[in-house]
């Protein structure tokens, strides 16, 4: 916290921490990894940290600290606590001081923890795919919150989506745009696949996802087409394959969307493939992507 290392217990915030009232900090979440050779390495770290300070631009917050600090800050927590492999979120907040949405001298205070998390959708969702629900709640115009700032308010609206779908007994929900084309599961990116072609919605209003970016890197070296489109759920409904990418989420096969089958109802070839690659990469056993890994 704010440059040193503090025990979990100790790691407390004021009740008036600006942030915790009006929802305007920025967030990162990477994964480590323990490759085949032992070692322990961040994937895509110099990428997450660097969307950590586009975000923080786009909200008009200085972060005071460098990218290289914070980049050595994730290192230090996964090192310092022995995790071979784990979760990280580094954070950037308002701390306490003046309240009133219009304050502008609170300090920003920054925050990186870690901590082990396995499959995020569930154990089984990698094998047999998810089922996803459409929600109701729509994902927001790129006017009214930036979607290439990950922070933390905007995500109300993927907390309700969630909620509702669980809910209904789905596993994850599905968001539109406000002109119902698809945008973006509530914590991650979506892909379609219909006659061996791989289609993705553009980043208008979904977030630039860096597992998004590393998929479209693989399916293009594996000379897969893969384009970047709008497309409304009718779409999903008939595809052959569809899945799903986020750092939490990894690549995750999706075998219903609102009750109807998706291909087979089983992960498709192209998802299968794109998830090999992509475990592969994380585990450093494809030379093409070994460049993505920041070694602990």
Same mark, same amino acid.
């Given at each position: 916290m704010d440059g040193t290392l503090v025990p979990y217990d100790q790691a407390n915030v004021?009740?008036?921490?600006?942030?915790?009232?009006?929802?305007? =900090?920025?967030?990162?979440?990477? $994964?480590?990894?323990?490759?085949d050779d032992g +070692?322990?390495?961040?994937?895509?770290?110099?990428?997450?940290? +660097?969307?950590? &300070?586009?975000?923080?631009h786009i909200v008009e917050m200085t972060i005071p600290f460098s990218q290289e600090e914070i980049l050595k800050a994730c290192v230090d927590v996964v090192r310092v606590n022995?995790?071979?492999?784990?979760y990280i979120r580094p954070i950037a907040f308002y701390g306490e001081g003046e309240m009133g949405l219009s304050a502008r001298g609170n300090a920003v205070r920054v925050a990186v923890a870690a901590w082990p998390w396995g499959a995020y959708l569930?154990?089984?969702?990698?094998?047999?795919?998810?089922?996803?629900?459409?929600?109701?709640f729509v994902r927001f115009h790129h006017n009214s919150i930036p979607p290439h700032a990950k922070a933390s308010g905007p995500y109300i609206n993927s907390i309700l989506a969630?909620?509702?779908? $669980?809910?209904?007994?789905?596993?994850?929900?599905? %968001?539109?745009?406000v002109n119902g084309y698809v945008a973006e599961g509530s914590g991650e990116n979506f892909f379609i696949v219909r006659d061996g072609e791989v289609r993705t919605p553009p980043v208008? =209003?979904? %977030?630039?996802?860096?597992?998004?970016? =590393?998929?479209?890197?693989?399916?293009?070296?594996?000379?897969?087409?893969? =384009?970047?489109?709008? !497309?409304?759920?009718?779409?999903?409904?008939?595809?052959?394959?569809? &899945?799903?990418?986020?750092?939490?989420?990894?690549?995750?096969?999706v075998r219903e969307l609102d009750d109807r089958v998706i291909g087979d109802g089983k992960p498709g070839p192209i998802t299968l493939k794109v998830m090999e690659? !992509?475990?592969?990469?994380?585990?450093?056993?494809?030379?093409?992507?070994?460049s993505w890994l920041y070694y602990v």
């Open positions: 004021h009740i008036l921490t600006h942030s915790l009232h009006y929802g305007l =900090s920025v967030f990162e979440g990477m $994964r480590c990894y323990q490759t +070692r322990s390495a961040i994937f895509r770290a110099i990428e997450h940290i +660097r969307r950590l &300070f586009d975000s923080a022995r995790l071979a492999e784990c569930g154990d089984d969702a990698a094998e047999q795919g998810v089922r996803l629900k459409t929600s109701s969630g909620y509702e779908a $669980r809910r209904h007994g789905y596993d994850e929900a599905l %968001l539109l745009d208008t =209003s979904c %977030l630039p996802g860096i597992t998004r970016a =590393s998929v479209i890197r693989i399916l293009r070296d594996a000379g897969i087409g893969i =384009s970047e489109q709008l !497309f409304p759920r009718d779409a999903v409904y008939i595809a052959d394959e569809a &899945f799903m990418t986020g750092t939490a989420a990894e690549v995750t096969p690659v !992509f475990r592969a990469a994380l585990r450093g056993r494809d030379p093409r992507y070994r």
